[in-house]
Protein backbone atom coordinates (compact mmCIF):
# COMPACT_ATOMS: atom_id res chain seq x y z
CA UNK A 1 0.00 0.00 0.00
CA UNK A 2 1.31 3.89 -1.09
CA UNK A 3 2.16 5.88 1.91
CA UNK A 4 3.06 9.46 2.26
CA UNK A 5 4.49 11.28 4.93
CA UNK A 6 3.42 14.30 7.27
CA UNK A 7 4.37 17.03 5.30
CA UNK A 8 2.35 15.35 2.41
CA UNK A 9 -1.00 14.84 4.27
CA UNK A 10 -0.21 18.94 5.05
CA UNK A 11 -0.08 19.78 1.46
CA UNK A 12 -3.34 17.78 0.84
CA UNK A 13 -4.99 19.46 3.87
CA UNK A 14 -3.72 22.58 2.52
CA UNK A 15 -5.31 22.19 -1.19
CA UNK A 16 -8.40 20.99 0.14
CA UNK A 17 -8.96 24.00 1.67
CA UNK A 18 -8.33 25.83 -1.56
CA UNK A 19 -4.64 27.42 0.16
CA UNK A 20 -2.92 28.48 -3.55
CA UNK A 21 0.33 30.55 -2.15
CA UNK A 22 2.27 29.92 1.18
CA UNK A 23 4.84 31.86 2.27
CA UNK A 24 8.02 31.15 4.04
CA UNK A 25 11.69 31.17 4.52
CA UNK A 26 13.45 27.59 3.99
CA UNK A 27 14.19 25.64 7.06
CA UNK A 28 14.73 21.67 6.79
CA UNK A 29 11.96 20.76 9.28
CA UNK A 30 9.42 21.32 6.86
CA UNK A 31 10.96 19.70 3.77
CA UNK A 32 8.74 17.25 3.27
CA UNK A 33 5.82 19.75 3.62
CA UNK A 34 7.51 21.61 0.41
CA UNK A 35 7.90 18.90 -1.90
CA UNK A 36 4.53 17.76 -1.45
CA UNK A 37 2.89 21.69 -1.61
CA UNK A 38 5.40 22.19 -4.90
CA UNK A 39 3.84 19.03 -6.27
CA UNK A 40 0.58 19.76 -5.95
CA UNK A 41 0.80 23.64 -7.46
CA UNK A 42 0.58 25.41 -4.23
CA UNK A 43 3.17 28.53 -5.17
CA UNK A 44 5.96 28.63 -2.41
CA UNK A 45 7.40 32.30 -1.98
CA UNK A 46 10.43 32.20 -0.95
CA UNK A 47 11.25 35.35 1.38
CA UNK A 48 14.75 36.36 2.99
CA UNK A 49 13.26 36.43 7.03
CA UNK A 50 10.40 35.00 8.48
CA UNK A 51 8.96 38.25 9.75
CA UNK A 52 8.61 38.71 5.89
CA UNK A 53 6.47 35.84 5.44
CA UNK A 54 4.39 36.28 8.17
CA UNK A 55 2.98 39.79 7.12
CA UNK A 56 3.08 38.74 3.47
CA UNK A 57 0.83 35.67 4.37
CA UNK A 58 -1.65 37.97 6.92
CA UNK A 59 -1.77 41.02 3.63
CA UNK A 60 -2.82 38.64 1.38
CA UNK A 61 -5.62 37.88 3.56
CA UNK A 62 -6.24 41.03 4.01
CA UNK A 63 -6.23 41.35 0.03
CA UNK A 64 -8.23 38.33 -1.07
CA UNK A 65 -10.53 37.62 2.21
CA UNK A 66 -9.22 33.90 2.05
CA UNK A 67 -6.76 32.18 4.99
CA UNK A 68 -3.29 33.69 4.58
CA UNK A 69 -0.77 30.89 5.17
CA UNK A 70 2.85 31.10 6.74
CA UNK A 71 5.70 28.31 7.06
CA UNK A 72 8.14 28.42 9.67
CA UNK A 73 10.98 26.47 10.71
CA UNK A 74 11.98 25.85 14.44
CA UNK A 75 13.76 28.19 16.84
CA UNK A 76 14.39 31.19 15.41
CA UNK A 77 11.89 31.39 12.45
CA UNK A 78 9.46 30.64 14.94
CA UNK A 79 10.09 33.81 16.73
CA UNK A 80 10.68 35.85 13.94
CA UNK A 81 6.93 35.25 13.18
CA UNK A 82 5.59 36.96 16.53
CA UNK A 83 4.69 40.43 15.19
CA UNK A 84 2.71 39.32 11.91
CA UNK A 85 0.69 36.74 14.19
CA UNK A 86 0.15 39.95 16.89
CA UNK A 87 -0.72 42.50 13.96
CA UNK A 88 -3.04 39.45 12.77
CA UNK A 89 -4.72 38.66 16.26
CA UNK A 90 -4.90 42.45 17.10
CA UNK A 91 -6.66 42.98 13.62
CA UNK A 92 -8.95 39.79 12.88
CA UNK A 93 -6.53 38.35 9.75
CA UNK A 94 -7.42 34.88 9.51
CA UNK A 95 -4.29 33.22 8.84
CA UNK A 96 -2.77 29.92 9.41
CA UNK A 97 0.95 29.99 10.63
CA UNK A 98 2.54 26.45 10.47
CA UNK A 99 5.94 25.74 12.38
CA UNK A 100 8.50 23.07 12.56
CA UNK A 101 10.09 21.68 15.81
CA UNK A 102 12.23 19.14 16.52
CA UNK A 103 11.60 15.87 16.83
CA UNK A 104 9.63 14.65 19.65
CA UNK A 105 12.34 11.61 20.80
CA UNK A 106 15.00 14.55 20.82
CA UNK A 107 13.16 17.83 21.96
CA UNK A 108 15.26 17.97 25.25
CA UNK A 109 18.47 17.37 23.79
CA UNK A 110 19.36 19.57 20.54
CA UNK A 111 17.95 22.75 21.91
CA UNK A 112 19.77 23.70 18.40
CA UNK A 113 16.62 23.09 16.57
CA UNK A 114 14.96 25.17 19.06
CA UNK A 115 16.24 25.33 22.91
CA UNK A 116 12.35 26.23 24.15
CA UNK A 117 8.87 25.65 24.27
CA UNK A 118 7.43 27.10 21.24
CA UNK A 119 3.93 27.08 21.89
CA UNK A 120 4.56 29.42 25.02
CA UNK A 121 5.28 32.28 22.48
CA UNK A 122 2.22 32.20 20.72
CA UNK A 123 -0.11 31.12 23.41
CA UNK A 124 -1.31 34.64 24.00
CA UNK A 125 -1.49 36.25 20.48
CA UNK A 126 -3.17 33.00 18.84
CA UNK A 127 -7.20 32.18 18.51
CA UNK A 128 -5.58 28.35 18.73
CA UNK A 129 -2.56 26.33 18.72
CA UNK A 130 -1.76 23.05 19.05
CA UNK A 131 1.61 20.65 18.59
CA UNK A 132 0.61 17.56 16.69
CA UNK A 133 2.57 14.56 18.38
CA UNK A 134 0.62 11.74 15.68
CA UNK A 135 1.07 11.62 11.66
CA UNK A 136 -2.66 10.31 11.95
CA UNK A 137 -3.99 13.29 13.61
CA UNK A 138 -2.06 16.13 11.21
CA UNK A 139 -5.11 16.36 8.76
CA UNK A 140 -7.34 16.79 11.13
CA UNK A 141 -5.62 19.44 12.94
CA UNK A 142 -5.12 21.48 9.53
CA UNK A 143 -9.30 21.03 9.50
CA UNK A 144 -9.30 22.54 12.85
CA UNK A 145 -6.76 25.41 12.72
CA UNK A 146 -8.78 26.42 9.58
CA UNK A 147 -12.03 26.39 11.32
CA UNK A 148 -10.56 28.22 13.91
CA UNK A 149 -9.24 30.97 11.75
CA UNK A 150 -12.45 31.57 10.25
CA UNK A 151 -15.03 30.94 12.47
CA UNK A 152 -16.47 33.75 14.62
CA UNK A 153 -13.81 36.73 15.69
CA UNK A 154 -11.22 35.70 12.79
CA UNK A 155 -7.59 35.52 13.50
CA UNK A 156 -4.42 33.75 13.31
CA UNK A 157 -3.90 30.32 14.65
CA UNK A 158 -0.48 28.23 15.14
CA UNK A 159 -0.06 24.84 14.11
CA UNK A 160 2.89 23.26 15.60
CA UNK A 161 4.60 19.62 13.67
CA UNK A 162 8.19 18.06 15.18
CA UNK A 163 9.66 16.62 12.42
CA UNK A 164 9.45 13.35 13.18
CA UNK A 165 6.29 12.87 12.57
CA UNK A 166 6.25 15.81 9.34
CA UNK A 167 8.41 12.78 8.40
CA UNK A 168 6.39 9.74 9.75
CA UNK A 169 4.41 7.85 7.26
CA UNK A 170 0.49 6.94 6.89
CA UNK A 171 -1.18 4.74 4.48
CA UNK A 172 -2.86 7.38 1.49
CA UNK A 173 -5.99 5.51 1.78
CA UNK A 174 -6.24 5.91 5.18
CA UNK A 175 -9.27 8.14 6.43
CA UNK A 176 -7.08 9.87 8.73
CA UNK A 177 -4.77 11.15 6.08
CA UNK A 178 -7.53 13.64 4.19
CA UNK A 179 -8.76 16.54 5.40
CA UNK A 180 -12.47 17.53 5.38
CA UNK A 181 -13.04 21.25 5.28
CA UNK A 182 -15.25 22.26 8.49
CA UNK A 183 -17.99 24.34 7.80
CA UNK A 184 -16.81 27.96 9.50
CA UNK A 185 -19.28 29.55 11.65
CA UNK A 186 -19.88 33.43 11.69
CA UNK A 187 -20.72 36.12 14.27
CA UNK A 188 -24.27 37.23 13.86
CA UNK A 189 -26.67 39.55 16.35
CA UNK A 190 -29.20 37.95 17.45
CA UNK A 191 -33.30 38.92 16.17
CA UNK A 192 -33.76 40.95 18.90
CA UNK A 193 -30.24 43.00 18.81
CA UNK A 194 -31.17 43.99 15.44
CA UNK A 195 -35.03 45.00 16.50
CA UNK A 196 -33.32 47.45 18.74
CA UNK A 197 -30.88 48.56 15.92
CA UNK A 198 -33.55 49.02 14.06
CA UNK A 199 -35.79 51.03 16.61
CA UNK A 200 -32.58 53.22 17.76
CA UNK A 201 -32.21 54.15 13.93
CA UNK A 202 -36.26 55.21 12.86
CA UNK A 203 -35.45 57.87 15.52
CA UNK A 204 -31.93 59.35 14.79
CA UNK A 205 -32.33 62.59 12.95
CA UNK A 206 -28.44 62.27 11.53
CA UNK A 207 -27.56 58.85 11.48
CA UNK A 208 -23.81 58.16 10.42
CA UNK A 209 -22.00 54.19 9.11
CA UNK A 210 -18.79 53.92 10.54
CA UNK A 211 -17.55 50.76 8.93
CA UNK A 212 -14.85 48.62 9.74
CA UNK A 213 -12.30 45.66 8.91
CA UNK A 214 -14.97 43.21 9.52
CA UNK A 215 -17.23 44.66 6.34
CA UNK A 216 -14.27 43.96 3.76
CA UNK A 217 -13.70 40.11 5.68
CA UNK A 218 -17.46 39.45 4.79
CA UNK A 219 -17.49 40.90 1.72
CA UNK A 220 -20.56 42.73 2.79
CA UNK A 221 -20.20 45.86 0.63
CA UNK A 222 -22.97 45.87 -1.63
CA UNK A 223 -25.29 45.04 1.57
CA UNK A 224 -23.19 47.92 3.11
CA UNK A 225 -23.77 50.10 0.17
CA UNK A 226 -27.71 48.74 0.09
CA UNK A 227 -28.24 49.85 3.92
CA UNK A 228 -26.65 53.49 3.45
CA UNK A 229 -29.06 54.20 0.85
CA UNK A 230 -31.90 52.67 2.39
CA UNK A 231 -31.57 55.16 5.45
CA UNK A 232 -30.14 58.00 3.95
CA UNK A 233 -26.75 57.70 5.80
CA UNK A 234 -22.99 58.71 4.80
CA UNK A 235 -20.51 56.04 5.43
CA UNK A 236 -16.74 56.63 7.15
CA UNK A 237 -14.34 54.06 7.46
CA UNK A 238 -12.04 53.23 9.92
CA UNK A 239 -8.25 53.00 9.51
CA UNK A 240 -8.71 48.64 9.50
CA UNK A 241 -11.67 49.14 6.43
Not at 58 to 75: E, K
Not at 87 to 92: Q, T
Not at 182 to 199: D, H, M, N
Request: negative net charge; charged residues 15%; aromatic residues 4%.
Amino acid sequence: MTKINGGAVIARALHAHGVEVAFTLHGGHLDPLYVAATELGIDLIAVRHEQAAGIAATGYSRSTGRVGVALATAGGGITNLVTAITNAHADCVPSVFIGGAPPLADVDALPVNSGYEQLSVVRGITKWHRQVTDVSHVAEAVERAFHWAQSGRPGPVYLEVPSDVMFALIDVDDPAASAVPLRATKPAPSPAAVTEALEILSRADRPVILAGGGVAYAAAGPQLTAFAEAIGAPVLTNNKA
